[in-house]
């Protein structure tokens, strides 16, 4: 079965860490760009960051730029994102989704035309 599943998130204190890990099974991630988007009930959907299937390009939303560091282990067919100085307002449903590539450089931040989603982990950031 193809499929993407998320771990990591839970309950953290402003200021704190998470590192949120998004495993494929059947079928490897060489070949995919990988996106993390959060979405809260009755919002859009925004871009956190996404990565190149080679690892050498990265991005990141505004939002999230300095706190945030996305980055991969093909050989474990997984991407991790590392959530650092966490704030209320971090908190959402983060998701991962992969879209095949030929070209080994291209991130999609957008969320558009990805292949694969995964059905999300909560963060909820709270005192």
């Known amino acids: 079965q193809l499929q993407l599943v998320e771990s990591g998130g839970g309950l953290v204190q402003p200021g704190g860490s998470l590192r949120l890990s998004c495993a494929a099974s059947?079928?490897?991630?060489?070949?995919?760009?990988i996106g993390w988007f959060r979405q809260a009930p009755g919002k859009e959907r925004e871009g956190v960051s996404c990565?190149?299937?080679?690892?050498?390009?990265?991005n990141y939303g505004d939002s999230v730029k300095g706190r945030f560091t996305i980055s991969r282990d093909n050989a474990k067919n997984t991407v991790y994102l590392q959530m650092n100085s966490l704030k209320p307002e971090d908190t959402d449903l983060y998701y991962c989704?992969?879209?095949?590539?030929?070209?080994?450089?291209?991130?999609?931040?957008?969320?558009?035309?990805?292949?694969?989603w995964g059905k999300g982990t909560l963060v909820t950031v709270s005192s």
């Open positions: 989704a992969a879209r095949r590539t030929t070209n080994y450089y291209r991130t999609n931040c957008d969320g558009n035309g990805m292949d694969y």
């Open positions: 990565i190149s299937s080679n690892g050498a390009r990265t």
């Open positions: 059947g079928f490897p991630l060489d070949y995919y760009a």
